[in-house]
């Protein structure tokens, strides 16, 4: 059944440049899925295709099946679409003519932990020389140095100016600034300019790269936007391939994206694009924009299908969603924040509805102060627990702002034994695969620890399984270079119960045993073959191969980077919470799905849960740090070891970007990067609101050091 906005969409849109504004919970991968259904079927599309573009590959894969079996129901068959990733796209176009952008037929993508790993070896490089570690001292305040330590502030600033320099050489790729270009237009700028240091850097990154024949996910957008504007039979091809453009999550577009787009689609072709502007919460982590889509749908001659409707949030939620939209726009206390959510107003579903809102009796939204940080933990993990009992069969989440915070309240969960998931790049869960590998690597490193062989048991053997404990305390008594027998390759079994002996947990241990003498017989030589040989030899599934792949791979760069790389090495960086292979493990289980579990909490940052849905959500850590409302105080954003003048390096990059952009610099560039912050935050807290399906949790902590944010006050009031 269509909803208001989706009906006129799928049964209208045959034509043009077309914006479709959705709220949360609005259906607009259902209503995209049914108007390209219906397209197919009545055949508008041809001679050409659809193409719909996303931004992550699990809803590139929603998209597929979705419109697959969509189509297999009504019993046709159709390949006449196609759904990609923007960077997939991108890397398409760069085949067609790869010698046009400098490369050769083989393009090799970047991951990003490589990318960072380059950087930071290129900012190490630079720091060597005596003029530039000077210049780089100069930034820090002194008075920060002398009361905390040089060690520990140099940590923190070796981090963030990586990162600043990763941010800046993004920015010069989107502006489409060559190293060469960004070296001459740097030059008027003072010696002290970080994107002055960040030209120089590039220039040796982007060197490293072309002698390893790779490129980045910038190069990918800002080469194959260079082909289809200086080779017009290939921009011909792609405007003739397809006849309509879709761009899904349009919100979060880029200057280099959107122009990619709509050269495909052509200024009188037919271009589609759905988002949701009150949603944009990637600006300050990522180069999007979340203007374009709004310049966009006010542009002449743009055809708009509202989507309002949800049925996905109870009244009372969508009544606090609602009022906090009216709130920000009418009487936010920073002016200039005003328009950082759109006047976009979530309605209920029609009673016939096929699919209703949830119903709540009672109160739906509740909210708590605090006076100190512990016991507003405390309290939400109480509340989980009492929620977990009172509704066993509803999914409950609870939302922090940072992955500080979340780790805060897991260690209560844990503490109490509450079941719950974790979702992050980093979660165990996650990355499980990484850390069988990690464990068993680890224990090969340095076979005569028992302790590392403990916590390879650990690993393969579940905590439920009988006799675990016992059979692990025994392990704690054993020599392990004793334990394995070369010629017979018995277990010492002395000492063991035959219950122990009999049990499952120990049967899995014989059967572990046998593989890991076999990995200690593989020549440590070669680990990226080690690894794939332990994979094999586990059994493991399709996707933990292809993690275990990513691993090999991975391996191979860090050696050539590192003749003396180890393989303690690898298993110290496969073991590390956060590691290089995060990002694709998680990309890996992202694929699969992610559908929320009842009886057990999951626990996210705010930007985490964007696209997901609860029954019950727990917001917490309202305060006026983490979501500020007043351009005073201090700012998550502002770098206090830093020199005064250079608080907020970020602002200053932008500043000296737009002096060599040639583009207005009278604003005040650390004012704007305030109202960009408190902008962002409230969108943010918009998401976490609507995450909820039936019952609200808000709560914040008001003490001498941490302040309640207004949103608190403002939302609480009856």
């Given at each position: 059944?269509?909803?208001?906005?989706q009906k006129e969409l799928v049964e209208t849109y045959?034509?043009?440049?077309?914006?479709?504004?959705?709220?949360?919970?609005?259906?607009?991968?259902?209503?995209?899925?049914?108007?390209?259904?219906?397209?197919?079927?009545?055949?508008?599309?041809?001679?050409?295709?659809?193409?719909?573009?996303?931004?992550?590959?699990?809803?590139?894969?929603?998209?597929?099946?979705?419109?697959?079996?969509?189509?297999?129901?009504?019993?046709?068959?159709?390949?006449?679409?196609?759904?990609?990733?923007?960077?997939?796209?991108?890397?398409?176009?760069?085949?067609?003519?790869?010698?046009?952008?400098?490369?050769?037929?083989?393009?090799?993508?970047?991951?990003?932990?490589?990318?960072?790993?380059?950087?930071?070896?290129v900012v190490e490089a630079w720091k060597r020389d005596?003029?530039?570690?000077?210049?780089?001292?100069?930034?820090?305040?002194?008075?920060?140095?002398?009361?905390?330590?040089?060690?520990?502030?140099?940590?923190?600033?070796?981090?963030?100016?990586?990162?600043?320099?990763?941010?800046?050489?993004?920015?010069?790729?989107?502006?489409?600034?060559?190293?060469?270009?960004?070296?001459?237009?740097?030059?008027?700028?003072?010696?002290?300019?970080?994107?002055?240091?960040?030209?120089?850097?590039?220039?040796?990154?982007?060197?490293?790269?072309?002698?390893?024949?790779?490129?980045?996910?910038?190069?990918?957008?800002?080469?194959?936007?260079?082909?289809?504007?200086?080779?017009?039979?290939?921009?011909?091809?792609?405007?003739?391939?397809?006849?309509?453009?879709?761009?899904?999550?349009?919100?979060?577009?880029?200057?280099?994206?959107?122009?990619?787009?709509?050269?495909?689609?052509?200024?009188?072709?037919?271009?589609?694009?759905?988002?949701?502007?009150?949603?944009?919460?990637?600006?300050?982590?990522?180069?999007?924009?979340?203007?374009?889509?709004?310049?966009?749908?006010?542009?002449?001659?743009?055809?708009?299908?509202?989507?309002?409707?949800?049925?996905?949030?109870?009244?009372?939620?969508?009544?606090?969603?609602?009022?906090?939209?009216?709130?920000?726009?009418?009487?936010?206390?920073?002016?200039?924040?005003?328009?950082?959510?759109?006047?976009?107003?979530?309605?209920?579903?029609?009673?016939?509805?096929?699919?209703?809102?949830?119903?709540?009796?009672?109160?739906?939204?509740?909210?708590?102060?605090?006076?100190?940080?512990?016991?507003?933990?405390?309290?939400?993990?109480?509340?989980?627990?009492?929620?977990?009992?009172?509704?066993?069969?509803?999914?409950?989440?609870?939302?922090?702002?940072?992955?500080?915070?979340?780790?805060?309240?897991?260690?209560?969960?844990?503490?109490?034994?509450?079941?719950?998931?974790?979702?992050?790049?980093?979660?165990?869960?996650?990355?499980?695969?990484?850390?069988?590998?990690?464990?068993?690597?680890?224990?090969?490193?340095?076979?005569?620890?028992?302790?590392?062989?403990?916590?390879?048991?650990?690993?393969?053997?579940?905590?439920?399984?009988?006799?675990?404990?016992?059979?692990?305390?025994?392990?704690?008594?054993?020599?392990?270079?004793?334990?394995?027998?070369?010629?017979?390759?018995?277990?010492?079994?002395?000492?063991?119960?035959?219950?122990?002996?009999?049990?499952?947990?120990?049967?899995?241990?014989?059967?572990?045993?046998?593989?890991?003498?076999?990995?200690?017989?593989?020549?440590?030589?070669?680990?990226?073959?080690?690894?794939?040989?332990?994979?094999?030899?586990?059994?493991?599934?399709?996707?933990?191969?292809?993690?275990?792949?990513?691993?090999?791979?991975?391996?191979?760069?860090?050696?050539?980077?590192?003749?003396?790389?180890?393989?303690?090495?690898?298993?110290?960086?496969?073991?590390?919470?956060?590691?290089?292979?995060?990002?694709?493990?998680?990309?890996?289980?992202?694929?699969?799905?992610?559908?929320?579990?009842?009886?057990?909490i999951t626990i996210a940052t705010y930007h985490k849960?964007?696209?997901?849905?609860?029954?019950?959500?727990?917001?917490?850590?309202?305060?006026?740090?983490?979501?500020?409302?007043?351009?005073?105080?201090?700012?998550?954003?502002?770098?206090?070891?830093?020199?005064?003048?250079?608080?907020?390096?970020?602002?200053?990059?932008?500043?000296?970007?737009?002096?060599?952009?040639?583009?207005?610099?009278?604003?005040?560039?650390?004012?704007?990067?305030?109202?960009?912050?408190?902008?962002?935050?409230?969108?943010?807290?918009?998401?976490?609101?609507?995450?909820?399906?039936?019952?609200?949790?808000?709560?914040?902590?008001?003490?001498?050091?941490?302040?309640?944010?207004?949103?608190?006050?403002?939302?609480?009031?009856?």
């Open positions: 059944m269509l909803r208001k906005g045959r034509k043009g440049y077309c914006g479709v504004p959705a709220i949360p919970g609005g259906g607009k991968t259902y209503a995209l899925t049914q108007w390209a259904v219906e397209v197919l079927v009545s055949g508008a599309n041809l001679p050409g295709k659809i193409l719909i573009v996303t931004y992550m590959n699990s809803a590139a894969n929603n998209f597929k099946q979705r419109i697959g079996l969509e189509l297999e129901n009504r019993g046709i068959t159709s390949r006449d679409y196609f759904v990609s990733t923007i960077h997939s796209l991108c890397l398409q176009i760069i085949k067609e003519k790869p010698d046009l952008v400098g490369i050769n037929s083989e393009v090799n993508v970047i991951e990003t932990f490589q990318k960072d790993a380059i950087i930071k070896d005596e003029d530039h570690k000077q210049l780089y001292m100069y930034y820090l305040d002194d008075i920060s140095l002398k009361k905390n330590g040089y060690d520990k502030i140099s940590k923190k600033w070796d981090d963030s100016f990586s990162k600043l320099m990763g941010t800046a050489i993004s920015n010069f790729k989107t502006n489409e600034i060559s190293p060469k270009e960004a070296i001459k237009r740097v030059k008027k700028l003072p010696d002290v300019s970080l994107l002055k240091v960040a030209a120089s850097i590039y220039l040796e990154y982007d060197k490293r790269l072309k002698r390893r024949g790779f490129i980045d996910f910038e190069d990918m957008l800002s080469k194959s936007k260079y082909i289809l504007t200086h080779d017009s039979a290939i921009l011909k091809k792609y405007k003739k391939k397809y006849t309509f453009v879709c761009e899904d999550e349009a919100q979060d577009s880029n200057k280099l994206q959107t122009e990619i787009l709509s050269l495909i689609a052509g200024k009188d072709g037919n271009f589609l694009r759905v988002g949701d502007s009150n949603q944009a919460i990637t600006a300050t982590f990522a180069n999007s924009d979340m203007r374009l889509f709004k310049d966009f749908c006010s542009g002449k001659n743009v055809k708009i299908f509202n989507i309002t409707q949800s049925s996905r949030s109870s009244k009372q939620v969508i009544d606090t969603a609602n009022r906090f939209v009216k709130y920000v726009r009418e009487s936010h206390p920073t002016e200039e924040c005003r328009e950082s959510l759109l006047p976009q107003y979530i309605e209920m579903v029609g009673e016939d509805d096929a699919f209703p809102n949830p119903i709540v009796d009672g109160d739906a939204i509740f909210y708590a102060k605090f006076t100190s940080k512990s016991n507003e933990n405390e309290a939400i993990v109480d509340k989980c627990e009492k929620l977990l009992e009172e509704y066993p069969e509803k999914t409950t989440a609870v939302l922090l702002p940072s992955a500080y915070k979340v780790g805060e309240v897991i260690k209560l969960l844990d503490a109490r034994k509450i079941p719950y998931e974790y979702l992050d790049n980093s979660s165990p869960e996650r990355n499980l695969t990484l850390l069988k590998l990690g464990r068993i690597i680890d224990f090969i490193s340095a076979p005569e620890n028992n302790e590392k062989l403990i916590e390879v048991v650990k690993i393969f053997i579940d905590e439920e399984t009988p006799f675990r404990e016992e059979l692990l305390e025994h392990l704690k008594y054993i020599n392990t270079e004793e334990f394995f027998y070369p010629i017979s390759g018995r277990v010492d079994e002395s000492g063991i119960s035959n219950d122990i002996k009999e049990s499952i947990s120990y049967k899995i241990f014989l059967a572990l045993v046998e593989k890991l003498k076999d990995f200690l017989d593989f020549p440590f030589t070669v680990p990226e073959k080690l690894v794939l040989y332990i994979a094999e030899k586990l059994d493991f599934s399709r996707e933990e191969i292809a993690i275990a792949q990513k691993v090999a791979s991975g391996i191979k760069f860090l050696m050539e980077e590192n003749a003396r790389y180890k393989l303690s090495d690898l298993a110290f960086e496969l073991l590390k919470t956060k590691n290089s292979f995060n990002y694709f493990a998680n990309l890996v289980w992202e694929l699969k799905g992610y559908e929320a579990k009842k009886g057990v849960s964007k696209g997901l849905e609860w029954d019950n959500v727990m917001l917490g850590d309202l305060n006026s740090e983490d979501f500020p409302t007043s351009l005073k105080g201090k700012f998550k954003d502002d770098i206090d070891y830093l020199k005064s003048e250079c608080k907020n390096p970020s602002a200053m990059m932008k500043k000296d970007l737009a002096i060599i952009l040639g583009e207005d610099t009278n604003c005040d560039f650390e004012k704007e990067a305030k109202i960009e912050v408190i902008s962002e935050r409230a969108r943010l807290l918009y998401v976490g609101i609507t995450r909820a399906k039936e019952r609200l949790f808000i709560s914040g902590t008001d003490s001498g050091r941490t302040k309640i944010s207004e949103y608190f006050n403002v939302l609480s009031k009856k």
